[in-house]
């Protein structure tokens, strides 16, 4: 792309240690391509939104997140409202986002699309108006999930989420909560409540099987709780997304969608443990808020 210019933010922990196994391969790969660039190793949580602002003041045009969804999450936080465009080089553990936006897996491949790609707009979930997402806000067991796969050490990828998934059908407690739509309102004990703006998460669950990241809106999956031993049988029907027709599962898309609860929650934003805002949240979409660089 004429006149770019590449600002690498680079998560090296990510994917459980596979960002730092294979970045200096990405490096040779970006020297190779001719493409000139800066970079910047992140070292604190929340970090890379900081650094994201600072390159664009700096006048960098194109945003690098170089990691998992995590990390796409932080530098998208630091690029929305701006005019600079979010590019991927995926090396974390699940890579949610890529799957709706059709960047490739393969770091070399990735690393030609950023000169050679074209430039999409995709919404934005926003929580009170504060901090946005990209996949999905994720409440229950999937949050507890996201905690557990950070703690493994040998395993990665799909593999560990679903190991993590069995685990926690058995240990799992539901919560309650109450639900408020633009028509609608709910109340149900939940094992999952997911906000999603792509229809994956946990490394390839369809807990949102109808969800579109250029929609302009937000996908809303409940699911009530069941018996531990059909908790297993619909684990995999949730991983496929073939849970919409069960009679407990509730599912609805909406502009915003506000939550109450006087239990406490457990959750995690595209994949990473996340604190909720006291006393109830709202979670809106922000249409067409951000500009990446896809296939």
């Not at 994917?15 to 190793?41: A, T, V």
């Amino acid at each position: 792309m004429e006149n770019s210019k590449y600002f690498l933010i680079v998560n090296l922990i990510a994917g459980q240690g596979r960002c730092k196994e294979i970045f200096p391969s990405i490096k040779k790969e970006l020297d190779r391509s001719g493409i000139e660039y800066d970079l910047h190793y992140t070292n604190e949580p929340e970090e890379a939104t900081d650094v994201a602002r600072m390159g664009i003041e700096s006048g960098f045009t194109h945003i690098v997140a170089v990691g998992g969804d995590g990390t796409v999450n932080e530098v998208a936080n630091g690029v929305v409202g701006t005019e600079a465009i979010l590019a991927v080089i995926p090396a974390g553990t699940g890579n949610d986002f890529i799957r709706m936006t059709g960047i490739p897996s393969d770091y070399r491949q990735a690393v030609r699309l950023l000169a050679h790609g074209r430039e999409r707009s995709i919404d934005l979930g926003r929580i009170n108006d504060q901090r946005y997402f990209v996949n999905g806000l994720g409440i229950g067991i999937d949050a507890q999930v996201a905690q557990d796969v950070l703690k493994m050490e040998r395993m990665r990828g799909a593999v560990a989420y679903l190991y993590a998934a069995v685990k926690e059908v058995f240990k799992f407690k539901a919560f309650s909560v109450r639900l408020e739509g633009s028509d609608w309102s709910e109340e149900k004990e939940c094992i999952s409540l997911g906000f999603a703006n792509g229809k994956y998460c946990g490394g390839g669950f369809k807990l949102a099987p109808l969800a579109q990241i250029d929609d302009g809106k937000i996908d809303v999956a409940a699911i009530g709780d069941f018996p531990v031993l059909e908790r297993l049988i619909r684990l995999p029907q949730a991983r496929k997304g073939k849970h919409l027709k069960l009679s407990r599962v509730s599912y609805h898309q909406d502009v915003k969608v506000s939550l109450s609860s006087s239990d406490k929650l457990i959750a995690h934003i595209d994949g990473e443990p996340y604190r909720l805002p006291k006393g109830g949240f709202s979670v809106s979409v922000a249409p067409s808020a951000l500009r990446v660089v896809t296939p």
